[in-house]
């Protein structure tokens, strides 16, 4: 339950389970949860080193727990030591048969990025995932590791469950990616720690380097390059990895839902700290300061080889804008709350070339726009983005009961906009908030107490 206060003129003392009423300012000091792109790969690179890696600031929600269960299915040692993770690795190419059928939850980042492990070792694995992962499409994943051997039995469509079979050698290839999609990077990366030979993959448009940044510091050998406009990266396998102590820096997907209730919540003035800043992921932070917002790095630091700071943000008059389609790769997550800055907006905010969000945990376009309409904001629906008239800073009427097709990232996003509503909004879950933020809520309560 969110126990948000509201300030005197809204004359709100309450919420229900599911409904966020209008809030005072946001102020004070909090921490986010640790990044969770991070934190998958921190455990996968752990697991397959040889040694015990320690991390710490891991995100404890349940995509990455799940990511925690399948390596322990593969004979890895995972546990929880006190504040931190250790992980005993099994080495490249060490992964065993698991026993049973993965289940992978929510979680397509743990589905993708694990095909990617098992496609080079001689292992046979089932995914499985629940009703909403069963729906994502899985082909893109399935193309680049079939050419290196794999053979996969999918789900018509595609999708989950399906069993995969990998290939032990496997065949190094080259492969450029059809759609931006750090994920499907990742997944050919890491087929190729147990390839022998080297392993390219091609970017037109880059995408979040996490994977390239922590190979590295576990001793993979890697390289990458600009070439004819494109980036290029080598893995030479099968790789030795070392195990490393890792800090998971702040998620800045996490941080960008209290970024955009601070600028639009009147009389904000709220410090995130320890906020990943990887060019590759802070898209949001750049194009709400496009839009007016008032945010001030402080104690700018490199934690783990991953670039942080704290974030500090004070209400802002924000105004809209044509937000430029080639920034979208490094905000893809954060466009859900991003449309509601749009919807506080002094005019129109344009977005386009966001076809991506139509195959995330829902269709987060439609979804999106419909919930938009009903918390009472004016927004038109394209092919590849959405158009938004904004109140200029007036109050959303609110409304409910608003799907969230069981994303996240939809329930967080229109919680923010409950706290700039006249009569609260209300979700029809808050179940999905576990995926990736478990303490979402109870932040929102510290901050705006």
Not at 29 to 49: E, N, Q, T, W, Y
Not at 107 to 122: E, F
Not at 145 to 163: D, E, Y
Request: charged letters at 20%.
């Amino acid at each position: 339950m969110c126990a948000v206060k509201a300030p005197p003129s809204y004359g709100y003392a309450f919420v229900t389970a599911h409904r966020f009423l209008p809030s005072g300012p946001l102020t004070g000091r909090i921490r986010v949860p640790g990044d969770k792109s991070i934190s998958h790969r921190a455990l996968m690179f752990g697991a397959l080193a040889v040694g015990r890696s320690r991390i710490s600031g891991l995100l404890e929600g349940e995509d990455v727990l799940a990511t925690a269960a399948a390596l322990r299915a593969m004979g890895a040692t995972i546990e929880r030591t006190g504040e931190d993770w250790v992980v005993d690795g099994v080495g490249v190419g060490g992964l065993l048969q698991p026993e049973q059928a993965l289940d992978m939850g929510n979680s397509g980042t743990s589905t993708r990025l694990l095909m990617g492990l098992i496609a080079s070792h001689g292992i046979t694995a089932a995914f499985t995932g629940d009703a909403s992962l069963s729906k994502r499409p899985m082909g893109r994943v399935i193309d680049p590791l079939s050419t290196m051997g794999a053979s996969f039995t999918p789900s018509p469509g595609g999708t989950l469950p399906l069993i995969m079979e990998g290939m032990q050698p496997a065949v190094p290839i080259a492969y450029r990616l059809p759609v931006a999609s750090a994920q499907v990077k990742s997944a050919v990366l890491l087929a190729g720690l147990n390839t022998p030979g080297i392993t390219t993959v091609i970017e037109p448009v880059p995408t979040r380097d996490h994977t390239e940044r922590m190979l590295g510091g576990f001793g993979a050998k890697l390289e990458v390059e600009e070439k004819d406009g494109e980036r290029v990266i080598r893995i030479h396998g099968p790789a030795d990895l070392n195990p490393c102590d890792i800090v998971v820096p702040g998620d800045p997907s996490s941080a960008a839902f209290f970024a955009v209730a601070a600028s639009i919540v009147p009389g904000s003035d709220l410090v995130i700290e320890n906020v990943g800043l990887n060019p590759t992921r802070d898209g949001v932070f750049r194009v709400l300061a496009q839009m007016g917002a008032n945010i001030e790095k402080l104690d700018e630091r490199d934690v783990g080889g991953e670039p942080v700071a704290d974030l500090r943000v004070r209400h802002a008059k924000l105004r809209g804008i044509e937000v430029d389609p080639a920034i979208a790769p490094s905000m893809i997550d954060e466009f859900p709350v991003l449309f509601i800055a749009a919807a506080l907006a002094d005019g129109t905010t344009e977005t386009t070339g966001l076809e991506e969000l139509r195959v995330k945990e829902s269709d987060r376009l439609s979804a999106m726009a419909e919930a938009l309409k009903l918390a009472g904001a004016n927004v038109e629906e394209t092919d590849d983005g959405l158009g938004i008239e904004g109140t200029a800073g007036q109050p959303l009427p609110g409304g409910s009961p608003i799907a969230t097709h069981l994303d996240h990232r939809i329930a967080m996003s229109m919680a923010i906009a409950g706290l700039v509503s006249r009569d609260g909004v209300e979700i029809d879950s808050i179940e999905p908030i576990a995926t990736s933020f478990p303490n979402f809520t109870a932040l929102l309560n510290e901050a705006a107490k």
